[in-house]
């Protein structure tokens, strides 16, 4: 039996080993040899923005991401700007149309600033897309090779909900700072004195919602095209407040780093934040991204000295016995989760810290989620009626409760 315990090429350039990736993410040991789709982590975070060049500046001096690699007209694309950031294992890519007729700017017209592609690394494209073809799956670009002075890269495409798709690369033959096209770029800007290299680390997962009954076939697209298993759901009293409601259930891939949960909305009262996102998104697509981090208190006070705002938690939640009793000990009294709005869960392996922005763009779709985990596999459902509510006086002020 063979176990992949092997790093992702990101994972090695941020020094991170499989002990701090078991914590941070929840990455397991399994058996490689009888997945039908075997991906080996997270590549890239793909976003198409309305101003790349705004945004990629914003990430490095706000998220503190560092830029690496660039491509543009200076580099002989024409089409758009686009900035490849890192922070640890994290590589997002920020696109932004330059030439008017960018098919960039159609999407942008359509939904805002958003995810595009959430491009996963995979030792063998052609095998997974051998299966998923079968599995019938929509491929929106065959394998194929690009190749510039840094080597080859194999790559292919397949569509998932929305207008997102998975893009699948083998970057095992490439040395270069990003993909063929692309130069290394480093940043102009300059990190404040004090504030650490990097703060988050990891990619722990990225939610999709999806429309009303459609839920259970991206899951099964996920379990039949990607050989990806279920890993928790969540359905009924748990995640409904008084007003709305909404249905969730998690996929994951075998090594568990790559991690989807799935949202439909699910009938209330009042529209609940799955239909206030699908309206203004215009269609399915991803919702949130949670970053992990090993200092969640430190990241907050970072984040919110820069003028991020999170979601505000009331303090009754902290005051209520029921949590107390239920949380029991973590690594820092209870008060200074409370001055920061922090939310803790727990359950049998283990406790999880965590905490919401609010959107990141003018429209009320995609935010963040910090996480960091003490050996809970979770996602927080002792917290979703708390947050959801709190998301709720988000949407009212916002005229769409
Ligand atoms: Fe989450």
Avoid at 75 to 80: E, F, P
């Amino acid at each position: 039996m063979t176990i992949d315990q092997t790093l992702t090429s990101q994972e090695r350039l941020a020094d991170l080993d499989l002990d701090q990736l078991k914590e941070l993410v929840g990455l397991v040991e399994y058996d490689a040899a009888g997945d039908p789709f075997p991906v080996s982590g997270w590549d890239a975070v793909v976003w198409s923005v309305g101003n790349a060049t705004q945004t990629a500046l914003f990430f490095q001096a706000v998220f503190g991401m560092e830029l690496v690699a660039y491509s543009g007209p200076e580099t002989g694309n024409r089409d758009h700007h686009a900035y490849v950031l890192r922070s640890g294992a994290v590589r997002f890519v920020f696109k932004g149309g330059v030439d008017p007729r960018s098919s960039l700017l159609d999407h942008h017209r359509r939904h805002g600033d958003g995810v595009v592609d959430v491009a996963l690394e995979v030792p063998d494209v052609d095998a997974c897309i051998k299966h998923a073809e079968a599995q019938g799956a929509r491929i929106l670009e065959a394998p194929h090779d690009v190749s510039d002075e840094h080597g080859t890269v194999r790559t292919a495409a397949i569509a998932t909900y929305g207008e997102t798709r998975h893009t699948l690369v083998d970057r095992s033959k490439y040395t270069g700072p990003y993909l063929p096209g692309y130069v290394a770029r480093t940043s102009g800007h300059t990190r404040p004195e004090g504030e650490p290299k990097r703060i988050f680390q990891a990619l722990d997962h990225v939610v999709g919602n999806v429309e009303l009954g459609a839920m259970d076939q991206w899951v099964d697209f996920y379990n039949r095209i990607m050989g990806f298993t279920n890993m928790a759901e969540f359905v009924g009293e748990d995640i409904a407040t008084e007003y709305s409601a909404l249905m969730s259930k998690v996929v994951a891939s075998g090594n568990r780093r790559v991690k989807f949960p799935l949202n439909e909305p699910a009938l209330g009262k009042k529209k609940s934040q799955i239909d206030e996102y699908l309206e203004f998104y215009e269609s399915p697509g991803v919702q949130h991204l949670a970053l992990a981090t090993n200092d969640i208190l430190r990241t907050v006070d970072i984040l919110r000295a820069k003028g991020i705002q999170f979601l505000p938690t009331p303090d009754s939640y902290y005051e209520d016995p029921e949590l107390r009793a239920r949380i029991g000990e973590v690594r820092v009294p209870i008060e200074e989760l409370q001055a920061r709005g922090i939310l803790v869960d727990r359950d049998e392996d283990g406790y999880l810290l965590q905490i919401f922005t609010k959107p990141l763009g003018d429209r009320p779709t995609v935010f963040f989620e910090f996480i960091e985990r003490h050996g809970s596999l979770g996602f927080g459902i002792g917290n979703f009626k708390a947050l959801f509510e709190a998301i709720e006086r988000e949407q009212a002020k916002r005229g769409n409760f």
